[in-house]
């Protein structure tokens, strides 16, 4: 069974940044899309960011001009850079893989931002 393993949450002051990873335990074949959303107290998750296996990049208006996503095909890695961070910005960080035969989600890594 793949499992995603993330890391990089934490800790940070407003204006600071992050840089999330996500790799993947095993080989999924045939990736498709790969991407990060997120999720806040009380609120349902959201899509943060994708990215296709071809390089097309896609963001959420919130974060637009402030992160990038980007992967590693060969370590079947996924990763977001988060700048100018935002109090907002503090939620639970998942990543996704979708293989052409499973999607895959990753535990969650926490991100605070404190003003």
């Known amino acids: 069974q793949v499992q995603l393993v993330e890391s990089g949450g934490g800790l940070v002051q407003a204006g600071g940044s992050l840089s999330l990873s996500c790799a993947a335990s095993?080989?999924?074949?045939?990736?498709?899309?790969m991407g990060w959303y997120r999720q806040a107290p009380g609120k349902q998750r959201e899509l943060v960011a994708t990215i296709t296996r071809g390089g097309i990049t896609n963001y959420a208006v919130f974060v637009k001009g402030r992160s990038t996503i980007s992967f590693d095909n060969a370590k079947n890695a996924v990763y977001l850079q988060m700048n100018s961070l935002k109090p907002e910005d503090t939620a639970v960080y998942y990543c996704?893989?979708?293989?052409?035969?499973?999607?895959?989600w990753g535990q969650g890594t926490q991100v605070t931002v404190s003003s």
């Open positions: 095993g080989s999924i074949f045939g990736i498709g899309v």
């Open positions: 996704y893989i979708r293989g052409s035969a499973n999607s895959y």
